[in-house]
């Protein structure tokens, strides 16, 4: 799997087939999705390509509205390489990108630059200035240079289509347990570990606090998760939000992890959420959290195992 952010280095990829779309997440609609366009890049004896766009469309012309994304381009390559997409395409989106029209998108984008000898889109995909052309157009114009189109239904989960937005809220509201099953894998979140008020070693509970994550945060509360360090799993006791007790109002991911022991100062963590397992108190005192952070502790660590063995 390759990353590719400038057009001039798609060359290796040219005379493939190719999916556009956010993808934000990768979830199950979209996996659905990249397996049938690996399948038929397979039967066509080409590469698979998934295009995307930095920064998303939406950025330019709304800016208000950009939702905060649910994935990093590492995490979709990631993602995608699992379901053997060859090459993922970030295409720099400007404004001239996005006043090409219908045709215009087809004939330079598609023809020209990807040079793409198949497509395949959900129903729900627009393209061209103002979303002007949908799949329907799209089928029209593939045909007429013989090219293959598939055009794939909306995937379903619990009587309802599967879609990024949907995610974000549930994971904006903590419900990560649906969240994760309407992903297909876990919730992760990537940052860096700062120094934090040092207290957490004193309790005897150390927490990595992690600082500049690039993706959506769930509400504030207390979660399971896990954490992978030089090939070993550990469950991950995390606090997201503030730290009442001792009157600091900062908005922060902490991860004790258990059972690991060094030093993860400057390094990059990345935690896999699984669920919400209850609200952040204001404790009389430090003993009182502690006695809850003891709880807490056992609790996610069979929750982890729980997943573990499932
Ligand atoms: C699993 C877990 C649950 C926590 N729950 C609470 C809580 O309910 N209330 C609270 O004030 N702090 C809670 N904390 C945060 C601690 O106050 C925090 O880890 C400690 O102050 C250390 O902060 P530091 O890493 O900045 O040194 C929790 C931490 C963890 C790991
Ligand atoms: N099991 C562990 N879980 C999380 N961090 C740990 C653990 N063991 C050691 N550490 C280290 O301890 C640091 C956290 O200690 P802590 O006293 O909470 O300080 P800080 O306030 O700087 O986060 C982490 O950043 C990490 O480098």
């Not at 999916?19 to 934000?24: H, K, P, R, T, V």
């Not at 309790?203 to 030089?230: C, H, K, S, W």
Request: hydrophobic letters at 40%; one cysteine or more.
């Amino acid at each position: 799997m390759q990353i590719v952010r400038h057009v001039d280095d798609y060359h290796p990829f040219r005379g493939g087939v190719v999916s556009i779309g956010n993808f934000d997440g990768v979830h199950l609609g979209h996996r659905e999705m990249l397996r049938k366009l690996v399948s038929l890049a397979k039967s066509r004896g080409v590469k698979a390509t998934a295009m995307t766009f930095d920064p998303p469309p939406v950025a330019l012309i709304a800016p208000e509205r950009v939702p905060p994304r649910l994935s990093t381009v590492k995490r979709k390559a990631e993602l995608m390489e699992s379901v053997g997409i060859d090459c993922l395409l970030v295409y720099p989106t400007s404004r001239e990108f996005l006043n090409l029209s219908a045709q215009d998108f087809f004939e330079q984008i598609i023809r020209q630059q990807l040079q793409a000898i198949g497509l395949v889109e959900g129903p729900n995909f627009f393209f061209g200035k103002g979303r002007q052309g949908d799949v329907n157009l799209l089928a029209e114009m593939a045909a007429s240079q013989q090219m293959d189109f598939e055009v794939v239904s909306a995937v379903e989960q619990d009587g309802m289509v599967i879609s990024s937005s949907l995610i974000r809220q549930m994971i904006s509201q903590g419900r990560i347990e649906e969240a994760v099953h309407w992903l297909g894998h876990p919730y992760r979140l990537t940052g860096t570990v700062e120094t934090g008020a040092s207290r957490g070693s004193g309790l005897g509970f150390p927490t990595a606090n992690l600082t500049d994550i690039q993706t959506l945060m769930p509400r504030a509360g207390v979660y399971a998760g896990v954490t992978e360090i030089e090939g070993r799993h550990y469950p991950a006791a995390l606090n997201i939000g503030a730290n009442p007790t001792f009157a600091d109002n900062n908005f922060k991911l902490e991860a004790h992890l258990i059972g690991f022991q060094g030093d993860l100062y400057g390094q990059e963590l990345s935690v896999d959420l699984l669920s919400f397992t209850r609200e952040i108190q204001k404790f009389e005192n430090a003993a009182q959290l502690k006695s809850q952070l003891e709880k807490d502790v056992s609790e996610i660590q069979a929750i982890v195992s729980n997943r573990i063995v499932q």
